[in-house]
């Protein structure tokens, strides 16, 4: 039996998938690129934008299309906000929406079961029984986003779907917590993912470790909401980075997106102490308006922004990397109000800017409101807003000529060279020499 996997996304979508795809090799299927005929194939789809719910479905008519007769499985944000729209697509079979994410892990018995011999069942069934060539430790899913009368999370921790890639030799990625409680008004993520929970601290070590056993040396923490880890088990973000940072055999952890509010002095302080943890952060700011962040709900405002970047620049230095997250275009926002975005990344200086035009999301608030933006000025925003980007990242490295930093070295080659990235994220390259693949390298920028 053949399957392709294909991700669209974020890096959390990606963690799953390759827990997906540990599921089917170790019942003995076999894992085909997404270009080739299978047997099935499975999508793990986005819904951030209009264009990724697009190319979500272009990509399962291409599969029916390479494979006519081949059974289409379809997951993700997408699975679980247009069921029904998926299931009228040709080729699908079965689609999961965040609600039914731990059948899939059940999946390549019960898909094989319908279609194989019985003789084939047992040498598949015989496969299986292998166990350790999956790299799980029999993973849980959360079964569906159940809240008491207050609004919060009741989901236990056995609930919650851990996850993480593998595929690079250098970095995976460590899926920690899932789903979010802020229902700011232009996202559809609480919808999509249910709320805010988290696996127990003592698994995503048992993760890690996994992790570390396959010679990978940097982890990357995701999450929709990292830093509200600890919701449904009673811990802490903080616990849980330091019990990671024990984990023998990784030498470098990141956070790939904390909330600003949840970016306490006790974390920072602890980080910089001597920790595995990097300096480098990403922080979704959204809005440099006032005006704007609260009229979309989101729980802090500029002043707070700006003293999380400052405690840490004190504390931890100027040479740390702040990638930023904006959206251009929320409705209302008019030139002022841009301006006062642009003039206030300005004053915070990130060393790189995630742009992206709002997008117009069925179901949320923003999307009900009348004064939405025209295209036409969203694209010269974004632009500006990159070409901003370009500067503040240009003088970022250039301020950091002369630093000493370690570099861990990735096995991608071209134009003979080899890249990695320093601790503060900064980019390198050098002439491609294979004893380096995989190792931490002091050099001066």
Known sequence: MKIAFTT???????????????????????????????DMYLVNTCAVTETAEKKSRNLIRRAHKTAPDARIVVTGCYAQLRKEQLLTLDGVWKVYGAEEKKQILDLPMKAAEEVLSPESMATLGHVRGRGPQSGLEEPDAWEGSRSDDSGESTSSAADTFGAYSTGER????????????NFCAYCTVPYARGRSRNIPVCECVKMAQSIAAEGVKEVVLTGVNTGDFGRTTGESFLDLLKALNEVEGIERFRISSIEPNLITPEIVDWIASGTKFQPHFHIPLQSGSDTLLRRVGRRYDTA?????????????????????????????????????????????????????????????????WKDQVQDRIKTERVARLEELCERLHGEFVAANKGLRTTVLWESSVKNGLMGGYTSNYIRVERPYDKAKVNTLEEITL
């Open 170 to 181: 250098t970095r995976s990625f460590l899926k920690v917590q899932d789903g979010c409680n």
């Open 8 to 38: 669209l996304g974020c890096k959390l979508n990606y963690a799953e998938t390759s827990t997906y795809e540990r599921s089917f090799k170790a019942a003995g299927w076999d894992v085909v690129p997404w270009s080739q005929e299978a």
């Open 304 to 368: 707070l922004f700006a003293s999380r970047i400052d405690y840490i620049r004190q504390v931890m230095g100027p040479s740390v990397f702040f990638g930023i997250d904006v959206i251009v275009g929320l409705p209302g926002e008019t030139e002022e109000l841009f301006e006062e975005t642009y003039a206030f990344l300005e004053r915070v200086r990130p060393a790189f800017i995630h742009v992206f035009p709002y997008s117009r999301r069925p179901g949320t608030r923003a999307a009900e």
